[in-house]
């Protein structure tokens, strides 16, 4: 049995037990029947009232509940399609409280749905009309009768987010752009003019509307600053060249010249009408002084033609540089080709350059060869040698890369001018040529020039028997090598062996040993007779030679028959060294 059946018995039997006692109480006291029943109907009256006004507010409670059900699903209905949700739908099995509850409860929610995207809408909307003011832009489209669904909030929001953005990004172009107009300002000392430009450097910056059209001015007004400070630059530049140029030709003092050094860095208003006064007053001053101006052009003039190495018709080809009519005309026509002048050396620097460095390395490697060829070079004590020997090695490696770097400038500058490149009146490359082929010839000459030099002295020395050294870092290329020198050396044993003489012998000593033989030094006044005689002999082989008329005593005819007999031997000797030096030296030329 449920609960409420419980209860409703309780009250029955309550029911009861108090008619039971009401009908003892009239019991005792003594009621009459009829009155009892009066008194019994007057009790059924007040419970069956009191049950009826019972009865009937749970009633109006079912009603009212029932109302509320209707109203709510009619509410949710509506919030649903506005919020763009799906219908409400009622579980089943609810007992109409529980009904209610949950609908009324499902209304709240979604009432509070509304409220929530109705303010955020009105949130959005308020930051769109802000940053509309500033950018200047048009309001993001949107019905806000309706409500907006949560793609529709985000689309917002994120269209909000890329305008906060431009906000910041143009407010940043502004301050940099408004610190650019103000330094350009302050330079060409110029104020604000315009109402637009007041905007721009007097106002608040947050006051400055950052549309595209007025970041669109701000470029253009800077554009236009930079534009007349890059004028004014390029006209102090201008002023303060031609001030130079008229102080070099002048000959201005020093501390004339310190007066505007604050004007020749900077390129403001006041700096410009002081350069522009300064080149007024030099020019009246150029025309009182003409001839020296003239000539110091002319000064001027010769150190660019010799930088772009002008053969003598190139400058005679100026035929004012000769004039002696010092007038204005004359004057202009030398500035003119000064100015030529300059435009050529700095169109074309990196070339004339590398000419002036391939001519100064050459001169060096030149006086390095001649050093690499004077004997007095190995009484180095510094270290010298070596780093010239670098020096020179280094020298013979860069100088090809440095012409064929030349070359390739130099067919760029042929094509570009449709002429010749000339240096000192002949093409640099056919100059270069004919500077290293004299120096092979030169080095070839000095070769040959050693080579006769040796076969000389070991004639000499086979002939007198004396050598005389000097310092040689090498052998040259006629020296016998050691095998020959033996060979020679039994040819010599075998030819004195063929002649005997019987008489005093006398120690000779090895030719090339530098040393006078022993018997000589017994009779030095037959040695410097017999030396005479030998000397005269072997410049006239030929000649009949009397043994009677060199030596008058036995002695004195001893040696000089002994020594005539060593220059029969080495007769053979020499002519075989001669030919030996000869030939080594032809295979030398001839590249065997």
Known sequence: MRKSEVHAAESVACLNQALNHLKDIWEEIGIPEDQRLQ??????????????????????????????????RKELDVLCKELHLPPYEEEEGLTILQMEKDIRTSLKVMIKQKSQRVQELKTLRKQDEDLSDVLCSSLYTFDMTSVPTLEELEAYRNHLSVLSKEKD???????????????????????????????????????FCLSAENIT??????????????????????????????????????????????HMTTSKKRNMNA?????????????KNIRNVVEAVRTEMTLYWNMCFYNPDQREAFTPYCSDDFTEELLSLHEEEILRLKKQYEDHKELYKGVTNWQDNWTLFQELEKKATDPSRFNNRGGNLLKEEKQRADLQKSLPKLEKSLKSQIDLWEEEQGCEFLVHGQKFL???????????????REKLERQMKKSK?????MLYGTSLRTPSKRRLCATPTPGKTRKVARRSSVCRRTFYFKGPILAMRTPGRGRTPRGL?????????????????????????????????????????YLFVLFI??????????????????MQYSGL
């Not at 060409?188 to 721009?200: G, K």
């Not at 253009?220 to 004014?232: A, F």
């Not at 002295?457 to 020395?461: N, V």
């Open 457 to 461: 002295q070991t004639e000499e020395d």
């Open 521 to 561: 030094d017994q009779n030095k006044e037959n040695m410097s007779h017999l030396s005479g005689a030998l000397r005269s002999m072997a410049a006239s082989p030929q000649r009949n030679i009397s043994m009677n008329s060199v030596a008058s005593s036995y002695s004195e005819f001893a040696v000089n028959f």
């Open 39 to 72: 008194r019994t109907d007057t009790v059924k009256m007040h419970v069956k009232n009191l049950l009826d006004m019972m009865i009937a507010e749970e009633e109006n409670l079912r009603k009212r509940l029932l109302t509320s059900i209707d109203s709510c």
């Open 275 to 287: 350069l522009q006064a300064e080149v007024q007053h030099l020019e009246e001053l150029k025309i």
């Open 430 to 444: 056919q100059f270069v040529q004919e500077q290293w082929a004299q120096y092979n010839t030169e080095k070839e």
């Open 217 to 262: 001015a701000l470029k253009t007004l800077l554009n236009r600053l930079e534009s007349r400070k890059t004028e004014n630059e390029a006209l102090c530049s201008t002023y303060r060249s031609r001030i130079q140029d008229l102080w070099e030709r002048l000959q201005v003092p020093q501390e004339d010249r310190e007066i505007l050094t604050e």
């Open 169 to 207: 990004h143009r407010h940043a172009e502004f301050v940099a752009l408004k610190k650019q107009i103000i330094c350009c300002m302050e330079d060409l000392e110029q104020m604000p003019d315009t109402s637009f430009e007041r905007d721009v450097v007097c106002e608040d910056e947050d006051a």
């Open 569 to 586: 031997c080495y007769i053979p000797l020499f002519a075989s060294v001669s030919i030996l030096s000869f030939s080594l030296t032809h």
